[in-house]
């Protein structure tokens, strides 16, 4: 599996939009790109996951560059729930397994 | 739908003690996997099974064993507990078709402890 490189923690305030990065430069064509979230002690919730294109859910966007080489995922409208790990990981077509890293620890504040 | 549901939620064992922790899914999904996760560490994959019958190592197998006998169920058995053992356990599931394209669905964990 392609590695993914995050920033260990960000600060976003209420109400904006948090934009978190993730390089995953050594992305082959064949990885999907997924995003997780882990609040505190919780299980790992399921944000979103693309390709190439760009995607949009209820709970956020995913940017993914031409290249592919980088992403970003958008949470619209931070709230405090939001305040947790977010994990990037590429994930090969064919495989089932999830490789985690130590992902970016995201606070949003009041 | 329930989702992903384990059980116990905690968990405290004496060295040497077996124990098995129950995962079950209501989402008729085909992929089973059971995950540890340490302090300040990532997810590490244990063992999985892509259908009834069928299971395989991950990256940590040793002092654990699985078995599959229906969709629904993945228990996870701790034959003798051994203080590294200790740990937070997570089962997830997926469709099994599309392998990368099916996300995984977590349960929200066990928390072990081994004395």
């Known amino acids: 599996d392609a590695k993914t490189t995050q920033p260990p923690s960000m600060d976003c305030a209420e109400g904006r939009a948090a934009n978190l990065p993730c390089n995953h430069s050594?992305?082959?064509?064949?990885?999907?790109v997924y995003w997780y979230r882990q609040i505190h002690s919780q299980g790992p919730q399921y944000i979103i996951h693309?390709?190439?294109n760009n995607e949009t859910n209820e709970m956020a966007s995913l940017i993914i560059t031409e290249d592919r080489k980088s992403s970003t995922l958008i949470l619209p409208h931070a709230t405090l729930r939001d305040t947790a790990v977010y994990y990037c990981?590429?994930?090969?077509?064919?495989?089932?397994?999830?490789?985690f890293g130590a992902g970016t620890t995201v606070t949003v504040r009041a | 739908n329930a989702g992903v549901t384990q059980t116990p939620k905690f968990q405290v064992l004496k060295t040497g003690q077996s124990m098995t922790l129950q995962c079950a899914q209501d989402?008729?999904?085909?992929?089973m996997s059971w995950y540890r996760q340490d302090p300040g560490m990532g997810l590490r994959l244990i063992h999985y099974?892509?259908?009834?019958?069928?299971?395989d190592q991950g990256e940590v197998p040793n002092g654990y064993n699985v078995s599959r006998s229906t969709t629904e169920d993945f228990p996870l058995r701790l034959l003798s507990a051994a203080p590294s053992q200790t740990s937070v356990y997570f089962c997830?599931?997926?469709?099994?078709?599309?392998?990368?394209?099916?996300?995984?669905?977590f349960g929200n964990g066990t928390r072990l402890t081994v004395t």
């Open positions: 990981i590429v994930r090969v077509v064919w495989d089932y397994k999830l490789s």
């Open positions: 099974s892509v259908g009834a019958g069928i299971t």
């Open positions: 050594t992305i082959s064509g064949n990885e999907y």
């Open positions: 989402m008729n999904h085909e992929y």
């Open positions: 997830a599931s997926s469709y099994s078709m599309g392998g990368g394209n099916s996300p995984l669905h």
């Open positions: 693309g390709l190439k």
